[in-house]
């Protein structure tokens, strides 16, 4: 037996490939510091606890969850768009739960397109996007995020491949972006309203890392539109609430988008578990924790900042909780020699190959590394003496 067509392309998800070298350092005994796969160490917010704790008693004889979500999950998410971004989402016909973004985004395809439709994505990106236009029966379209032009679409370049290819119906935007850091102006997200109404094409926005940032809050697609009929965002608490481990999220836009969205998930699963829901609605009501866990993250940001200015590297960390670090050598050559950077004591630092998070020419992406911030403050200060100490030895660049 073999595996389908399809699933030959994408035999290995990305990142665990990166798990795999981590493993194998650690056999031969060395500790890692773990900057790779950006899962939160930090606790889930202990509301969201206590709402599971909450909703497990409330739906115990509730049976199968709704398809759409919670109506009580539906406001929540409703009034912390409304809070957050001063949007109005009507949660009876604009918004749907999801299991965090992951899946969703892998999913939405299948909503919305036929086999042969092109989809446009980012160069360098998550690579769901690609995942789910490949497996959706779609073609894979490519827009340039470069260092040159401080990794942002450029408008013109968008316009130019919209209109070669007709048969592009949906793209792809994520801002904060992850990996690069950056986050969009509200120019780039009125230009992109207006060349999708222009060409009639969804924006499906991944606003995943909207939480996550120092001092200037990141935007929302919604907010530059009245009109929603070719918008559609994708909110995860999994960064926000440190809530990886719950998988709830929700998917916000125009109502025709989310009615054909709401019609496929109901041929997908079976919905959200309603406790997990009832938790999501705690954590979506309180702003403290989400507060905190900005401040945790930019003050281990501080320290690898400093850290990498001493060693002499060119970096971004505008928001997200990672940083998009230039190194001299391939990624993976880069990657390999800091899992066992410090052998004299057995310690290493892991980090994401850029090409790994490659989805077009893996080349692009190569001078580059990522790196999570979610290892402890103790271990991110171990990690940045260590990059202090043997800045000095060119290996490192």
């Known amino acids: 037996?073999?595996?389908?067509?399809?699933?030959?392309?994408?035999?290995?998800?990305?990142?665990?490939?990166?798990?795999?070298?981590?493993?194998?350092?650690?056999?031969?005994?060395?500790?890692?510091?773990?900057?790779?796969?950006?899962?939160?160490?930090?606790?889930?917010?202990?509301?969201?606890?206590?709402?599971?704790?909450?909703?497990?008693?409330?739906?115990?004889?509730?049976?199968?969850?709704?398809?759409?979500?919670?109506?009580?999950?539906?406001?929540?998410?409703?009034?912390?768009?409304?809070?957050?971004?001063?949007?109005?989402?009507?949660?009876?016909?604009?918004?749907?739960?999801?299991?965090?973004?992951?899946?969703?985004?892998?999913?939405?395809?299948?909503?919305?397109?036929?086999?042969?439709?092109?989809?446009?994505?980012?160069?360098?990106?998550?690579?769901?996007?690609?995942?789910?236009?490949?497996?959706?029966?779609?073609?894979?379209?490519?827009?340039?995020?470069?260092?040159?032009?401080?990794?942002?679409?450029?408008?013109?370049?968008?316009?130019?491949?919209?209109?070669?290819?007709?048969?592009?119906r949906l793209v792809w935007i994520n801002y904060p972006n992850n990996p690069t850091t950056v986050m969009a102006s509200k120019d780039f997200y009125r230009s992109i309203i207006e060349l999708a109404q222009k060409h009639n094409v969804i924006v499906a926005s991944d606003e995943a890392y909207t939480e996550m940032y120092e001092k200037e809050k990141p935007h929302s697609i919604l907010e530059f539109a009245d009109d929603w009929s070719n918008i559609v965002v994708f909110q995860s608490l999994s960064k926000r609430s440190n809530a990886t481990g719950l998988r709830v999220g929700f998917a916000v836009g125009g109502k025709k988008i989310i009615n054909y969205y709401r019609k496929f998930r109901t041929q997908l699963d079976s919905g959200v578990a309603n406790a997990i829901q009832e938790a999501a609605v705690y954590a979506l009501r309180d702003e403290g924790h989400v507060a905190e866990m900005r401040q945790s993250y930019n003050a281990k940001r501080k320290v690898m900042k400093s850290a990498l200015k001493s060693a002499g590297f060119k970096f971004w960390a505008d928001a997200t909780f990672y940083m998009w670090v230039k190194v001299r050598s391939g990624s993976v050559q880069f990657a390999k020699r800091m899992l066992t950077l410090d052998t004299a004591r057995k310690r290493g630092i892991n980090v994401t190959p850029g090409r790994m998070v490659s989805l077009a020419n893996p080349a692009d992406a190569d001078p580059y590394v990522r790196l999570a911030l979610v290892p402890s403050m103790e271990d991110t200060k171990l990690a940045a003496e260590m990059l202090k100490e043997y800045s000095e030895h060119k290996v490192l660049r």
């Open 1 to 168: 037996m073999e595996a389908s067509i399809r699933m030959k392309e994408f035999m290995t998800y990305a990142f665990a490939e990166v798990d795999r070298a981590r493993d194998e350092a650690q056999a031969k005994g060395f500790r890692i510091i773990d900057f790779g796969v950006g899962d939160p160490t930090d606790p889930l917010y202990k509301g969201a606890i206590k709402g599971l704790q909450i909703g497990a008693e409330k739906y115990a004889r509730s049976g199968y969850p709704s398809y759409i979500g919670l109506r009580d999950f539906r406001v929540a998410a409703s009034e912390w768009l409304e809070r957050r971004f001063g949007v109005n989402a009507d949660p009876e016909t604009q918004i749907t739960a999801t299991a965090g973004s992951k899946e969703a985004i892998f999913h939405f395809p299948f909503s919305v397109l036929n086999q042969n439709d092109a989809v446009l994505m980012p160069s360098i990106g998550y690579p769901p996007y690609k995942a789910g236009t490949v497996f959706a029966g779609c073609k894979p379209v490519f827009y340039s995020l470069t260092e040159e032009n401080n990794f942002l679409p450029q408008i013109d370049e968008i316009e130019n491949v919209l209109e070669k290819n007709r048969k592009i």
